[in-house]
């Protein structure tokens, strides 16, 4: 097992996020959360995460319970995310960027002393992981010059270069054109093939193209689990979630 959330259950103020939810994800799996607006689908990632705790349940990550670890603690322990909204350095570029994102992994300060840029091994590992995310053509580029999707790819790569074994995917399709989105499809399927995977995602036809699970939310609760094949059969999930 990977990931367990075992009852998980969340309340802000009067309102119950999260009621008694519970996910298990095993390696090398891509697992879909789907829900309506208000679901809880962002609380209930931010919990996976580590930037929200949850007020009673457990997580178990690879056997350990990870209740009290923050999110950088848990990053520490193989749990990476990309986020809704582009959280890159637009100054640097997409080699800089990815080279910082590894010098955490080996606990390396960049800065003027010890350049990074010298280091034969970042080297390597930021182009293998450019190659990965399809940014192999774009190593000299600043990421605020480069297209919509490509910043995408290039938060994903980020999210690599922190040595995951677990990757916390929230809406890695929101804003992109059609094009774009098939390609981020493509890479993501190639990203299943190396690591674990929990995808938060609005556009159905991306979770069923990519997720071996599905769970699907409804206010705070869990109303189904299947594949992609069940999901689009359910009665309830058409009812509650698809509005048929």
Request: net charge positive.
């Amino acid at each position: 097992m990977s990931l367990s959330l075992n009852n998980i259950n969340k309340t802000f103020g009067s309102v119950k996020v999260l009621n008694n939810v519970s996910i298990n994800s095993i390696k090398k799996e891509c697992l879909g959360i789907i829900g309506p607006n208000g679901a809880g689908k962002s609380t209930l990632f931010k919990v996976i995460s580590g930037n929200l705790k949850q007020d009673t349940g457990d997580i178990f990550f690879n056997d350990s319970n990870i209740n009290n670890l923050n999110i950088e603690k848990r990053a520490r322990l193989g749990i990476s995310q990309s986020f809704q909204k582009n959280s890159l350095f637009s100054e640097m570029t997409v080699k800089e960027s990815l080279m910082l994102a590894l010098s955490h992994k080996y606990k390396i300060t960049f800065n003027i002393l010890h350049s990074l840029l010298d280091n034969k091994t970042i080297n390597i590992d930021a182009k293998t992981i450019a190659k990965d995310t399809g940014l192999l053509d774009y190593l000299d580029i600043k990421s605020d010059n480069l297209a919509y999707g490509l910043q995408r790819q290039l938060e994903l790569g980020i999210a690599i270069a922190c040595n995951p074994k677990l990757l916390l995917l929230d809406e890695p399709t929101a804003g992109m054109s059609p094009a774009e989105t098939k390609g981020i499809i493509i890479l993501i399927k190639n990203l299943s093939i190396k690591y674990s995977i929990i995808i938060v995602e609005h556009d159905m036809d991306v979770i069923y193209e990519l997720a071996d699970r599905i769970y699907v939310l409804d206010r705070g609760s869990l109303i189904f689990e299947g594949d992609a094949k069940s999901v689009k059969e359910s009665k309830l999930v058409q009812k509650i979630y698809l509005g048929i």
